[in-house]
């Protein structure tokens, strides 16, 4: 799947810290076969992709949408469609799917949102192939 995750209060918190387990999460979806994105309404974010040396496992950054989500990704440059989206607001998870993350937890540490995302792409997963079996 092409996996996107939204940046602020989704990877990391208001004061620029990366959510625990990030980057294993990112390298286990990464070598079961997904694709890994950032998107962001504020724009591509590379300077987080730097800063938290995430270049081996993200594989593109993009604008995000924040309204006609669908209808606006051309013109966003979006050239990849987001099978599964993370995002600590509503609307993007209703449009494509995915995981709705709660913001960061306090202390940061006892965090375990990125260990949930995993466990619901797997469910996920496990409920489309199901569905495939059951149609075909
Ligand atoms: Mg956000």
């Known amino acids: ?3 996107f995750f939204d940046v602020d209060y989704t990877l990391i918190t208001w004061d620029y810290r990366l959510r625990p387990h990030t980057h294993d999460v990112l390298r286990r979806l ?3 076969g997904h694709t890994v994105y950032l998107w962001s309404g504020m724009g591509k ?18 604008d995000k949408p924040l309204y006609n989500h669908v209808a606006r990704l051309p013109e966003l ?3 990849v469609w987001p099978d599964y989206v993370i995002d600590d607001h509503a609307e993007p998870v209703e449009v494509f799917g995915g995981y709705h993350i709660p913001s960061p937890r ?5 965090d375990d949102e990125m260990l949930r995302v995993y466990d619901h792409i797997q469910s996920h997963l496990a409920r489309r192939t199901g569905e ?3 149609a075909g």
């Open 132 to 134: 495939q079996e059951a």
């Open 1 to 3: 799947m092409n996996i």
């Open 30 to 32: 990464q070598s079961e």
């Open 106 to 110: 306090t202390p940061l540490h006892e």
């Open 45 to 62: 974010r590379w300077e987080v992709v730097e800063r938290f040396a995430l270049h081996d496992v993200i594989a593109g950054c993009f």
């Open 77 to 79: 440059g979006v050239s």
